[in-house]
Structures are given as C-alpha cells and as structure tokens.
C-alpha cells in the first residue's frame, strides 16, 4: 500500500548547525503532511505542517519544504540546540472519508545533537 | 489543544495475561486513536475509538486480541490481551482536532510494555 518513509536513520549535528530531515512520500493524492518530534520516554509532539499547495512553511527555528515532483519532504532546523535531540517523524494525513482523517507516519530520523 | 494522560506509563508483563491502558483527555473529542510503537520503529495504527460505536480495527489487528472501550468522550482503554513478548511496544493514545485544512494530533505520553 501507499507509505511514507524516510531516507536516513540516523542524523549526527553538531551544536549550532543546521540540520536537515529528509521524508519520502508515495501517495501522490496526500494533501497534508505534519512533522512530529518525539523526545525519549514521551509521546510525538507536533512540529510544523505543509498543505500539498504550499512548497515552504517556516516556523520558529524550522522550516519546512514539500517538493510535489519528487514527492519529497523535508524539515531543516536552524542553530540545532541539544534540546533538539529526539527522534523526528514525518505523517501523511489521509482522508478516509468524510472528517475521518488518519495519519500514516514515516519511519522516523534520531537526530543527535553533540554539544 | 489537548492533555492525554494514560495509565499505566509502563508495566512488565507475563506471557498469557492482559493487560489494560487507559486514556483520558481534557476535553470532550468525537475519535480516539490507538498505536501501537515498537521498538525503533515508527507509530502504527491500530484502530479508531468512537464514542457509542464500536472501534474500527486496521489491518493485521482484531478485536479478540485488543478489545477498545470507549464509554464517553473524554476516556477510553485498550486492552493487550493473552500477551506474548511479540506485544512488548509502546502503545499510544491520541487525539485529533481538524480544521478548515489541517489535522493537529496529540499525543498521550504511551505506555512501554515488556512481556516475558
């Protein structure tokens, strides 16, 4: 069936750098897709959101980017912090039918901060 | 926004028992939502809780094996039944909210299960 995945399992940063997820996506019909940050011991926590008719979205520290040709999402986060460390989740928003909306998550990135 | 509390945060199991999770939100929500997370893996679904119905179950889950309840809109509970070590994850309830064009889901904290 459809899924999303990501490319890299694992991401090593050093304190003040940049650092860019990478997300993949096969179903062309998905018209959402959220990133979730899930910190040791604690449930997902929404980061940032994109409409399939927005190609970048910028909150605070992080940037979102959707490339519809190759299907291609990722999720940059400026000056990384070691609070930022965390396993980093892209989810598909499907629509079942009607308001029933269900998500479907990607394999997830570790990213690691080293102070 | 939503605050998800589930019980319990973590247990140790033995093969054969069941075990049952419970989640309480702090406002009233139409769906409830139960995943299931195993260990270095992403959140996979397995079935949607509505209030007065009975759940909808995802592929490769049954109701036998992880019966839901759902008596009101604020709490519902899954139940890991007849476990074996192939059930130890962690399993999460959730929420979601959806507006004009967008679905925000929150997370309860999960509860880690270990079966031996």
């Known amino acids: 069936g459809e899924s999303v995945g990501l490319h890299l399992p694992t991401l090593s940063v050093q304190e003040g750098d940049n650092s860019i997820i990478n997300c993949a996506y096969s179903?062309?019909?998905?018209?959402?897709f959220i990133w979730y940050k899930q910190e040791s011991g604690k449930g997902p926590q929404f980061i940032i959101d994109?409409?399939?008719?927005?190609d970048k979205r910028q909150g605070q520290r992080v940037t979102v980017l959707l490339n519809k040709t190759v299907k291609h999402l990722s999720l940059q986060i400026a000056a990384t912090q070691p609070g930022d460390s965390a396993v980093y989740f892209c989810?598909?928003?499907?629509?079942?039918?009607?308001?029933?909306?269900?998500?479907?998550f990607g394999k997830g990135t570790l990213l690691t901060v080293n102070p | 926004s939503a605050v998800i509390s589930q019980k319990p945060s973590r247990d140790i199991c033995q093969r054969g028992t069941s075990l049952t999770i419970q989640c309480q939100v702090d406002?009233?929500?139409?769906?409830m939502f139960w995943y299931r997370q195993q260990p270095g893996q992403s959140l996979t679904l397995i079935a949607t809780?509505?209030?007065?119905?009975?759940?909808?179950?995802e592929s490769g889950f049954v109701i036998d094996k992880f019966p839901i309840s759902r008596p009101n809109l604020t709490f519902s509970t899954l139940t890991v039944s007849n476990m074996s070590p192939e059930d130890s994850s962690i399993y999460l309830c959730?929420?979601?909210?959806?507006?004009?064009?967008?679905?925000?889901?929150?997370f309860g904290q999960g509860t880690r299960l270990t079966v031996v």
């Open positions: 959730s929420v979601e909210f959806w507006a004009a064009w967008n679905t925000e889901a929150f």
């Open positions: 179903n062309s019909a998905s018209d959402y």
């Open positions: 994109i409409r399939s008719n927005m």
């Open positions: 989810a598909e928003n499907q629509n079942s039918g009607g308001s029933n909306y269900k998500l479907t």
């Open positions: 406002s009233q929500v139409t769906m």
């Open positions: 809780a509505n209030q007065g119905s009975e759940a909808t179950y």
